[in-house]
C-alpha cells in the first residue's frame, strides 16, 4: 500500500473554475453534517452578513414605540412567548439580556470540538436575531424545548432530519429573557453583525459563495505567482498545481461515492470540503511567495493564517498542535524550534495512517478503490510540493528548513483532518 506521507496539507467547485487556476501554459489540466469551521474552517468560512427586516407593518411600527414604552410581557409560557419573539424585533430587543452569550462550535479545536463563547453587548447585537413564523415555515423550522437547568430553559429550532438549528436561552424572571444564542452547525452567526437565521438555503448560499470567493483568491495568487517565477522554479509550481488539480479530482469522485446519498446535509459537506482545500492551496502559495525574494503578493488576498517566518526567535506557527505551540514557547533557538516541528509533523503522521487505516478497513468496492486512488494522488502532490520547496526553501537556511517542516505538518494534519471527517460520515 502507498506510503500516506512522503518529504519528512476540502468545497464544491466547477473544474471549469478549476482550469482557470491554470494559465495557458496549462491550460489542459484544471481543477455538511454540518461542521465548520469555518471555519474557522473554518477558520469554519461561514458569516452572517445581512439583516432580515421587519416582516410586517406592525412589527416595524413597534420598533418605533418602544423608545417611549417598554413592551409588557406577551405570554407566560415560553412557546407562546417565543412565538411572539419571533414576530417583533422590538420583543427580541426589550427581551434580550444586556449581555448575551454568543456561542458556536469550533469544529478545529483539538482534540475534539468544542463550544467557544464571546459575550456581547444587547447593542452589539443586530436585530431581529431569531426568524419570524414565516421565514420559520419557507424554511422548515420546527419549535422544541430540548432542557431546562434552574431558571433557564432552552430551545432549538430545527428543520427536521438535518443538521440545521438555531439554539437559544431563555432566563425566567418576571417574564423570559434571552441570555444564549447558540449555531452549533455553521459556526458564528451572531458575530456583532446581522443575525440572519441559518436554514438549509441560506447555509448553501453561504458556502457557495465561500467556495467561490476562495476559488478566486487562489486564482489570483497563483497568477501573481507564476508571473514573477522563472525557470525552474516556475516549471515546478506548475507541476505542482497540476498535481493538485489531480488530487481534486480525485477527491471529487470519492465524495461522490460517500456524500451524495446523504441528500441536502451532504451537498453542505462537499461544498465545505471544497472551499476549505482551496483556501488551504492558497495559504500555501502566499507562504511560498513570501519566500521567494522577488515575489510580492497583494496584501488584500492574505488571511491571519498566512503568516511566514520573519523572526525565527519569536516564531510561532499558527493551525498545528497546543502541544506544538507548548514546545515552541520553550524553544531556544532554531535547532529546538526544528526538533519541535519535526515531532508535531510525526503526531500528525501518525493521526493520517490511523484515520486511512480506519476509513481502508470500513469501506468497500469501489468506494475503497477510490480512497486508495485519492490518497495516492495526495502522497504525489506531496512530492512534487516538496520539489518546490526545495527550489526555494532550501536556500534560505535554517529559517526555510523551519517553513519547509511546518509546512509539511500542516499538509499531513489537513489532510488527517478530512479523512476524520469522511469517517464520521460513517458513525451517522
Not at 346 to 369: K, M, P, T, V
Amino acid at each position: 500500500m502507498e506510503p500516506l506521507s512522503k518529504n519528512p496539507r476540502a468545497r464544491d467547485f466547477t473544474m471549469e473554475s478549476a482550469r482557470r487556476t491554470i494559465p495557458t501554459v496549462i491550460a489542459s489540466s484544471r481543477s455538511h453534517r454540518c461542521r465548520l469551521c469555518l471555519l474557522a474552517l473554518l477558520t469554519f468560512f461561514v458569516g452572517a452578513c445581512d439583516v432580515t427586516p421587519p416582516a410586517t407593518a406592525t412589527a416595524a411600527g413597534a420598533t418605533s414605540k418602544s423608545t417611549t414604552a417598554s413592551p409588557s410581557c406577551p405570554a407566560t409560557d415560553l412557546a407562546s412567548f417565543v412565538a411572539a419573539f419571533a414576530q417583533s424585533p422590538s420583543l427580541q430587543k426589550a427581551f434580550t439580556a444586556p449581555v448575551v452569550d454568543t456561542t458556536f462550535v469550533d469544529w478545529n479545536a483539538q482534540p475534539e470540538p468544542a463550544e467557544s463563547v464571546e459575550s456581547m453587548s444587547r447593542d452589539a447585537l443586530r436585530f431581529p436575531v431569531m426568524p419570524d413564523r414565516a421565514r420559520q415555515q419557507a424554511e422548515g423550522l420546527r419549535y422544541r424545548e430540548i432542557g431546562s437547568e434552574g431558571d433557564r430553559t432552552t430551545i432549538v429550532l430545527e428543520a427536521p432530519d438535518t443538521d440545521i438549528q438555531l439554539r437559544y436561552t431563555f432566563r425566567r424572571d418576571s417574564c423570559w429573557t434571552l441570555v444564549k444564542i447558540v449555531d452549533p452547525a455553521f459556526g458564528k452567526a451572531f458575530g456583532g453583525d446581522a443575525a440572519r437565521p441559518i436554514t438549509p438555503m441560506a447555509a448553501d448560499e453561504d458556502l457557495t459563495g465561500e467556495r467561490d470567493r476562495q476559488d478566486a483568491r487562489l486564482n489570483t495568487i497563483y497568477e501573481q505567482l507564476i508571473g514573477q517565477l522563472q525557470g525552474e522554479r516556475r516549471e515546478r509550481i506548475v507541476a505542482a498545481q497540476r498535481a493538485w488539480i489531480q488530487l481534486q479530482e480525485k477527491d471529487d469522485a470519492f465524495e461522490a461515492s460517500l456524500l451524495d446519498g446523504l441528500g441536502p446535509t451532504g451537498h453542505r459537506q462537499k461544498l465545505e470540503n471544497k472551499a476549505s482545500a482551496i483556501a488551504q492551496r492558497a495559504d500555501l502559495l502566499v507562504s511560498i511567495a513570501d519566500f521567494t525574494g522577488d515575489v510580492r503578493i497583494d496584501d488584500t488576498l492574505r488571511t491571519p493564517q498566512t503568516t511566514a517566518v520573519s523572526d525565527s526567535e519569536n516564531y510561532m506557527p499558527q493551525g498545528l498542535s497546543d502541544t506544538l505551540a507548548k514546545c515552541m514557547a520553550g524553544a531556544a533557538g532554531t535547532l529546538a524550534q526544528a526538533e519541535c516541528l519535526t515531532d508535531e509533523r510525526e503526531r500528525q503522521d501518525a493521526r493520517l495512517n490511523n484515520a486511512y487505516r480506519q476509513l481502508i478497513s470500513r469501506l468497500q468496492d469501489e468506494r475503497r478503490d477510490r480512497m486508495v486512488t485519492t490518497q495516492r494522488a495526495w502522497v504525489q502532490l506531496q512530492q512534487r510540493d516538496g520539489a518546490v520547496r526545495e527550489s526555494i526553501l532550501d536556500d534560505i537556511g535554517q529559517v526555510g528548513n523551519l517553513q519547509s517542516v511546518e509546512n509539511d505538518a500542516r499538509a499531513i494534519r489537513q489532510r488527517a483532518d478530512l479523512l476524520e471527517r469522511y469517517l464520521d460520515v460513517g458513525k451517522r
